[in-house]
């Protein structure tokens, strides 16, 4: 049982983390693209992406974690590397759920009100580090998950 929790939960830390990552290249090549409408098109694909791959993968990745910490006799939530893990995750949570979900919406309404190009470019770069932002918290909580600091 706990073995299969394991599964799907680095399975869903997969997702998160090579779909941010895709997601990412994606907005950089954007932002180096010479076609206006460019911008337009990627404000469209992040909130279909996210919807759709990384917000369930993120709900899975946590009830699995914290399926995994009741269901185990070795781990508990007094473990250094697990609170350290709760913590990341609710910072990369807060940073994709509040600040990304806002610089995409400003993304998408400029380039639907046909506003500034230099607004909309300014936006992706809030979203690109932002992004930035997220992926790193992600590579930490790996390393939190393997090397379990406190252990
Ligand atoms: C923040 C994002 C997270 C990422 C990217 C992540 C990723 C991973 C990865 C890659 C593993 C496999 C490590 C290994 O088998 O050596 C793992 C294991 C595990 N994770 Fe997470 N995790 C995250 C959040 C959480 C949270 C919030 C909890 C629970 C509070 C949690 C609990 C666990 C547990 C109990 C294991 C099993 C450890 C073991 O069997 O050695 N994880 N995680």
């Known amino acids: 049982m ?3 929790l394991l599964f799907v939960h680095v399975l869903s830390a997969m997702v998160w983390l090579g779909g941010g990552l895709t997601l990412m290249v994606a907005g950089l090549r954007v932002r180096s693209s010479s076609r206006p409408e460019a911008v337009a098109e990627f404000a469209r694909t992040v909130p279909f992406v996210g919807l759709r791959i990384l917000m369930p993968a993120v709900v899975v990745l946590l009830v699995t974690g914290v399926w995994q910490v009741l269901a185990s006799s070795a781990w508990s939530f007094s473990q250094l590397w697990v609170r350290l893990a709760l913590g990341l995750f609710i ?3 807060l940073v994709g759920a509040i600040y990304l ?3 995409g919406i400003g993304l998408a309404r400029a380039t639907t009100d046909n506003r500034l190009a230099s ?3 300014a936006l992706l770069n809030r ?3 932002g992004y930035v932002v997220v992926l790193g918290l992600l590579v930490v909580a790996v390393w939190d998950m393997i090397f379990k ?3």
């Open 149 to 151: 600091p406190g252990l």
């Open 2 to 4: 706990v073995a299969w």
């Open 127 to 129: 979203w690109l580090v």
């Open 91 to 93: 910072l990369a949570f």
């Open 101 to 103: 979900s806002r610089v």
């Open 119 to 121: 607004e909309g470019a």
